[in-house]
């Protein structure tokens, strides 16, 4: 039944399962990969809910903007090489990573 459910739902089920067993971290690779962007910011609200119950989330993101509005902290990896870190927010207003990963500057 679950295989005639759209991409997005079906992101929304696999972190419902996940979310079942009460996990203390939640591992989440690409999960907004080929969705449409409606789809894209369902996925980043339940993120940014379940992030504010208190369940830690490791998120690995393409979407850079998306990611670090919904993180606490970032990290920008480069050949499998931590390249940049620090505060989400911070983050977001460094020319580097505008200019590199938000396409500002």
């Known amino acids: ?3 005639t459910l759209s991409g997005g739902e079906q992101q929304m089920l696999a972190m ?3 979310l ?10 690409e999960p907004s990969m080929g969705l449409s962007p409606i789809m894209v910011e369902k996925i980043f609200e339940v993120i940014r809910n379940v992030s504010a119950q208190g369940i830690t989330i490791l998120l ?3 979407n850079a ?5 919904a993180a ?3 990290y920008v990896m480069e050949s499998g090489l931590i390249t940049m870190q620090g505060q989400a927010k911070e983050m ?3 020319p580097r990573v505008k200019a590199a990963y938000l396409g500002e500057g």
């Open 65 to 69: 903007k998306l990611a670090l509005e």
């Open 16 to 18: 419902a399962r996940a």
């Open 72 to 74: 606490h902290r970032g």
């Open 1 to 3: 039944m679950a295989g």
């Open 20 to 29: 079942m067993s009460h996990p203390k971290l939640l591992l989440l690779d």
């Open 92 to 94: 977001l207003s460094d």
């Open 60 to 62: 690995v993101e393409q």
